[in-house]
């Protein structure tokens, strides 16, 4: 099997240029994706056109990475309705830095055989000056072949700056140059960029006389329609820091059995026949989650780690469960990180003395039920558990309680859980 047979199989190939997959089955080929650096991190949608990237290297081809240091400062109007904002340098190179931390754990740039490649077209833009640019890029493209491509088509009843307009003559660009200077014949991205890659193509035509090829994998949404990578927080992204490794375990451990069933063919590199048996295997017994389980934990060990997926496993285990000593493993940030938009509710540490009786806890101190009768009425149905146990009406609240010495876990039923933290 060739890459272009793997990705097929995976749903991972949207529009493809004739010649492209003869060419990758009959000689070790150089191909490029880029990534604009608007964020110093990038998301799950991103991740979408690096694993074409991914593919690419475990198939013996070479892998080249584009960070756009010189197109995210105009930015791409594909599929977007308005201008973007644009960025100092100082941000870019920021957000720069970051996304190529990034992309260093994806690919591999140490192999013999076919390291990955890590391109900037900042230093090539830099010092090529407005006048020398129309002339010698600009007189290849006409107006009529621009208007037609879709990014722009989309964006003419709303507007569109020159800037943006420009966009797909300077991504073509970047394909011309990789061409002439680092034979790298085939550009990929998500089926929205195709305008920008074939004007890249046709660059490389008129320009050079060369022949590139292309191909792109189509734009993930869920299956109910939703935006793909958007949880009720924002993006999913892919640095530890602003979407925890737990979170970011949760968001794929949530996902719908049909949306579970697309997301292992495409982010991860488990051979198609194992995937096909996990489907299989799920369908029998869906409440299991064995679909949903093998493709957390193959996305986070790759994205993240190791020992960063065993501790989001422990930690979720102890939530949905674990016992009260399983909780009370979990480091401080562990257990809000796992309780985070969890209704909490605050008690003052020093006004009720060793101890508390459980009705005035659940209703008159912090509020979780609405009365006493009403907190008299849950203990009685035994519907009340505090840290993961079981609590009847006489009970009280004492020191041992607390969770790193400053939180208790209430739960009513299975499904209602409130946070108290102490003052």
């Keep these: 099997m060739n890459v ?39 998301h799950v949608g991103n991740l979408a056109t690096i694993m074409l990237l991914v593919f690419l290297q475990k198939y013996g ?17 594909s599929g977007k309705s308005a201008e973007r904002n ?15 931390a990034q992309l260093e754990k994806l690919l591999d740039f140490d192999t013999e055989a076919n390291p990955a490649r890590l391109e900037n077209n900042y230093s090539w833009f830099k010092d090529m000056g407005a006048l020398d640019f129309l002339r010698n890029v600009g007189k290849h ?42 034979g790298v014949k085939i550009q990929m991205g998500g089926s929205d960029q195709w305008g920008n890659i074939t004007a890249g193509t046709e660059l490389i035509r008129r320009m050079d006389g060369g022949e590139a090829f292309a191909f792109t994998c189509p734009l993930i949404t869920k299956a109910d329609g939703s935006k793909f990578g958007k949880s009720e927080g924002g993006n999913i992204w892919l640095d530890p ?30 051979p198609m026949d194992e ?19 093998k493709l957390a934990e193959e996305i986070t060990v790759m994205v993240h780690s190791r020992d960063a997926y065993d501790q989001a496993v422990r930690a979720s285990q102890a939530l949905f469960k674990g016992s009260k000593e399983d909780l009370m493993a979990l480091s401080k940030s562990e257990l809000l990180e796992v309780l985070e938009g969890v209704p909490t509710h605050t008690l003052k540490r020093d006004s009720h003395g060793d101890s508390l009786d459980m009705v005035s806890f659940l209703s008159t101190e912090t509020g979780i039920l609405p009365s006493k009768s009403e907190a008299m ?3 009685k149905a035994n519907s009340i558990s505090i840290n993961k146990e079981k609590v009847a009406e006489g009970s009280e609240i004492t020191e041992k309680d607390l969770l790193n010495g400053e939180f208790i876990l209430v739960q009513k039923g299975k499904k209602n859980k409130f946070l108290v933290i102490l003052e």
């Design 141 to 182: 493209l006409t107006i009529n072949y621009m208007m037609a491509k879709d990014s722009v088509k989309s964006r003419v009843e709303t507007g569109l700056s020159f800037t943006e307009f420009s966009y797909q003559l300077i991504q073509g660009y970047d394909f011309y140059h990789l061409y002439k200077n680092g």
């Design 4 to 42: 272009i047979e793997d990705l097929r199989q995976r749903g991972m190939i949207q529009d493809i240029m004739p010649g492209t997959e003869e060419l990758l089955a009959k000689e070790k080929v150089a191909a490029y994706v880029g990534v604009d650096p608007t964020a110093d991190s990038m």
């Design 377 to 379: 009425r849950s203990l």
């Design 241 to 270: 820091n602003q979407t925890s490794p737990y979170k970011f375990y949760q968001f794929w451990m949530n996902a719908t059995d049909e949306d579970a069933a697309v997301f292992i063919k495409r982010f991860t590199l488990l």
């Design 275 to 293: 995937i096909e048996a996990l489907i299989a295997e799920h369908e029998k017994a869906p409440h299991l989650r064995a679909l949903q389980q």
């Design 86 to 100: 644009l960025l100092d340098e100082e941000t870019l190179l920021h957000n720069q830095k970051g996304v190529r």
């Design 61 to 77: 081809h070479t892998p080249v990475a584009l960070v756009g240091g010189a197109t995210g400062m105009i930015g791409d109007p």
